[in-house]
């Protein structure tokens, strides 16, 4: 079975500070891969997502990049954090065909102090 | 281009009764709906889906929705409300012009009364 693994799970860090989130996806090859971020009391808002290893779209300029240095792993990143960075982060993975239907992590709550 | 709009931005039950949250789309093409169910500091996990087959969709937990093209709307109904019903649930939907590119609602959150 296929499962879905993202850390860490909490992080607070200062204005400044990098940002690394990890994701691994285990028991399927060539996933599309997504970041979502969801803000306190707001849907979900997708930042990027990736349909090979290296192909990155992104949805919404900002502060964030992501990498996908191996098949079934995204990195979510920044060289400094801002205050507005602090959300939700959710990684999440579909199957490599247009059904729709995604398969989510746990998440990374990440407050930026 | 799609969108999705939940009605309602909480919603009250009492444990036993029945649980209806609504769901109204827009979509230049054909949609797929889902509704995705997030418990406190959770990923969200899908309840059910409709992809253009029977318009009435059985999911998990009890839950079931409708797909009502003339009335845009994918209506998320349960008889009869658990305790552990209690999360924030998500419409979405995707078009054939947005592969991979789902379109969220902004959620309901349900509290279950004892």
């Known amino acids: 079975s296929q499962t879905i693994h993202q850390w860490p799970a909490t992080l607070v860090q200062p204005v400044g500070s990098p940002l690394s989130l990890e994701c691994t996806v285990e028991?399927?090859?060539?996933?599309?891969l997504y970041w979502y971020r969801q803000a306190a009391g707001r849907g979900l808002q997708l930042l990027f997502y990736?349909?090979?290893?290296?192909?990155i779209s992104s949805e919404v300029p900002q502060n964030l990049s992501a990498s996908r240095p191996q098949d079934r792993q995204f990195i979510l990143s920044s060289k400094k954090l801002l205050l507005s960075d602090s959300g939700f982060y959710l990684c999440?993975?579909?199957?490599?065909?247009?059904?729709?239907?995604?398969?989510f992590g746990e998440g990374s709550r990440l407050t930026v102090l | 281009a799609q969108s999705v709009t939940q009605l309602d931005s909480h919603v009250s039950v009492s444990e036993g009764t029945p649980v209806l949250l609504r769901c109204n789309y827009s979509?230049?093409?054909?949609?797929?709906l889902f509704w995705y169910v997030q418990h406190p500091n959770k990923g969200l996990q899908l309840l059910l889906k409709?992809?253009?087959?029977?318009?009435l969709v059985k999911g998990i937990n009890g839950f079931e929705a409708e797909f009502k093209k003339s009335e845009t709307s994918f209506h998320l109904t349960k008889p009869s409300a658990h305790m552990s019903d209690a999360a924030e649930y998500f419409c979405?939907?995707?078009?054939?012009?947005?592969?991979?590119?789902?379109?969220f609602g902004a959620g309901t959150q349900v509290v279950v009364t004892p």
């Open positions: 999440a993975w579909s199957y490599g065909q247009p059904t729709g239907e995604l398969f």
């Open positions: 028991g399927t090859s060539n996933p599309n």
């Open positions: 990736s349909v090979g290893i290296g192909q």
């Open positions: 979509s230049s093409y054909s949609p797929s």
């Open positions: 409709y992809t253009s087959a029977a318009t």
């Open positions: 979405v939907v995707s078009g054939s012009d947005s592969w991979g590119k789902l379109q």
